[in-house]
Nanobody
């Protein structure tokens, strides 16, 4: 079994910064893509940023230049540095990872439990 545990959410004023972390643990053989999604009230979950095992990144247009995704493969951890936060960034943020478990034959996507980010004055 694999668990993803997120941390770092909270309340921040517009223009502020937060850093989210997501650590994967369990019977992990390897991790392929990792990413961050978010879901605001009444809206569908959307991709915010993704990173491959080789470090290539992809961002939602509205966060480009403000958010940075990174990962530490030795720690099975993905990060999301969020700067210049706006009220419209308010949402529950979820991490996910494509994991090959020990003894497994294919990648499976696992999700964290979500962490609330609120941007408000």
């Amino acid at each position: 079994q694999v668990q993803l545990v997120e941390s770092g959410g909270g309340l921040v004023q517009p223009g502020g910064s937060l850093r989210l972390s997501c650590a994967a643990s369990g019977s992990i053989l390897s991790i392929d893509d990792m990413g961050w999604h978010r879901q605001a009230p009444g809206k569908q979950r959307e991709l915010v940023a993704a990173i491959t095992s080789g470090g290539s990144t992809n961002y939602k247009d509205s966060v480009k230049g403000r958010f940075t995704i990174s990962r530490d493969n030795a720690k099975n951890t993905v990060y999301l540095q969020m700067n210049s936060l706006k009220p419209e960034d308010t949402a529950v943020y979820y991490c996910n990872a494509q994991v090959l478990v020990s003894g497994g034959y294919y990648l499976r996507t696992y999700w964290g439990q979500g962490t609330q980010v609120t941007v408000s004055s």
